[in-house]
């Protein structure tokens, strides 16, 4: 048997987003299913039903006294770039819609038993670990098709389309379902790396490490002067060291090393591009302290700060997510991840840079097309220049930055990019597919890490959990081809 997405029970989005015992209790069995075969039957593939008469200015047809509600992730970039600049540009275009708001922090505790309900906000901001399962949703016939957004006439010039504002890749950054279509909005321009306080290295005559092996050289240099040379928060952001892993293993092997793990691929972990990386990492990680397992990121950062640690992995939002806590004479730098060796298929200052940041219009939401006139708004250059002025992080949207002073941290990042050219390495999805898939990738590299398992330990178990999930007919299967 196969269930069509319309077909999907309550219990069975619930038990997708792994809240299944709030509704039935512990003791509760699961309700048998079969999986979803990835088709789209239920799945909106154009914009909602109109509530109003559509126009040039008004291409969604949105109601103009209709309610719209926001929930914004309050993390790094916190809410203030939604409530100070996107909404009141929203309230501008329809000065007759309230728009109730909501910053948080814990996504998907508190909005899956409102999805299982059909009574979903119209715009989610899905970020942060306590994110909404994709997968699930995109199954469940919960998330619409945002193509219409992206073939919508642009504010900034009615002449293009949306999608010909933005930064190349970001439309299939958002993409799933088979056939994959953009569920997803990743708004953010974000690079990854090594985080360093360019003042502190500066004044030791340091350099980031350019391989590992001059990575250990510089780990035994910072640890004699009493700086951990690297440190992540194990507690919480064990992701933010897996993203290292994985951009190494993409170095070694090529961008198809991380196609291959998303899309399920027979003993993908078990590439010797993954064991190589996972090998190098975790020398690095005997550089750490046992207590680190413990902390959450915030922890980490801080201590950083202080200057106790001398490279941390992240992404751009870092500068803005410390700017209330950063000492002066603090500069945020990033650095590339080290080459593993002179065979890499990407040079060293190759980078994970991509967008991120994923904001979804619920199809089943009271005013989803206001959801995807926000979003239109979001992609305009007033709106963000807004968030690159509160955030200090760049957007997806092109020549939006025309005019501001840009911050360290967000120079290095320019600088960065400009270095890596056309050696990018890509984003994985199965973070968002998949989601025990992340959750048991997070176990793992603290167990990497933390020196409990080898890298090919590392390997054998990822690709058993790769495994399972492949296996598991309830688990909407996607997959990618760039």
Not at 150 to 165: G, Q
Not at 199 to 218: A, I, Q, R, S
């Amino acid at each position: 048997m196969t269930n069509t997405p319309r077909e999907i029970t309550r219990r069975q989005m619930m038990r997708r987003v792994g809240l299944t015992a709030l509704v039935a209790g512990p003791a509760a069995g699961f309700l048998s299913s079969c999986a979803t075969s990835g088709g789209d039957s239920s799945t909106p593939s154009a914009a909602p039903t109109s509530a109003a008469a559509t126009s040039a200015s008004n291409p969604f047809g949105v109601k103009a006294d209709a309610p719209l509600e926001v929930v914004i992730f309050k993390g790094g970039y916190s809410d203030e770039y939604a409530t100070q600049s996107h909404e009141p540009l929203y309230k501008k275009e329809f000065p007759q819609a309230t728009i109730k708001h909501q910053g948080i922090q814990t996504i998907s505790q508190t909005l899956t038993p409102r999805f299982a309900s059909n009574d979903a906000p119209d715009v989610v901001n899905n970020s942060g670990t306590d994110n909404l399962d994709g997968g699930a949703l995109i199954g469940a016939g919960q998330l619409l098709d945002l193509t219409p957004l992206f073939e919508a006439p642009s504010i900034d010039d009615p002449s293009k389309k949306v999608k010909d504002t933005i930064v190349p890749g970001t439309i299939e950054s958002g993409f799933g379902g088979d056939p994959a279509k953009p569920y997803t909005l990743n708004y953010v321009y974000t690079a990854y790396g090594l985080w360093y306080d360019a003042k502190l290295f500066e004044k030791n005559g340091w350099t980031p490490p350019k391989t590992f092996d001059e990575f250990k050289t510089f780990a035994e240099a910072a640890k004699a002067k009493g700086i951990t040379p690297f440190a992540y928060a194990g507690k919480n952001a064990s992701y933010y060291a897996y993203w290292m892993i994985l951009i190494s293993a993409a170095k070694i092997g090529g961008n198809q090393v991380l196609i291959d793990i998303d899309n399920l691929v027979d003993n993908a972990w078990k590439n010797d591009a993954v064991k190589q990386a996972a090998a190098a990492w975790a020398e690095i990680g005997k550089y750490m302290d046992k207590s680190f397992e413990g902390l959450i990121h915030t922890e980490v950062q801080t201590k950083q700060n202080q200057g106790k640690i001398a490279l941390y992995p992240s992404g751009s939002w870092l500068e803005s997510e410390q700017a209330k806590d950063t000492p002066a004479g603090f500069e945020y730098a990033l650095a590339p991840t080290p080459s593993v060796s002179a065979s890499d298929k990407l040079p060293y200052e190759a980078i994970r840079a991509a967008a991120g940041e994923p904001f979804v219009v619920p199809s089943k939401g009271k005013n989803p097309q206001g959801g995807l006139e926000y979003l239109r708004i979001m992609l305009s250059k007033e709106a963000a220049k807004a968030f690159t002025e509160k955030t200090k992080s760049l957007t997806v949207v092109l020549d939006s930055t025309e005019g501001l002073t840009l911050s360290p941290g967000l120079t290095s990042v320019a600088a960065a990019q400009k270095a890596a050219g056309a050696n990018v390495v890509t984003y994985n999805l199965f973070e968002t597919w998949y989601k025990e898939l992340e959750t048991e990738l997070r176990k793992q590299t603290n167990a990497l890490m933390f020196g409990r398992i080898s890298a090919d330990e590392f390997a054998d178990k990822m690709q058993k959990a790769a495994d399972k999930t492949k296996a598991d007919s309830s688990i909407n299967k996607q997959s990618r081809s760039v």
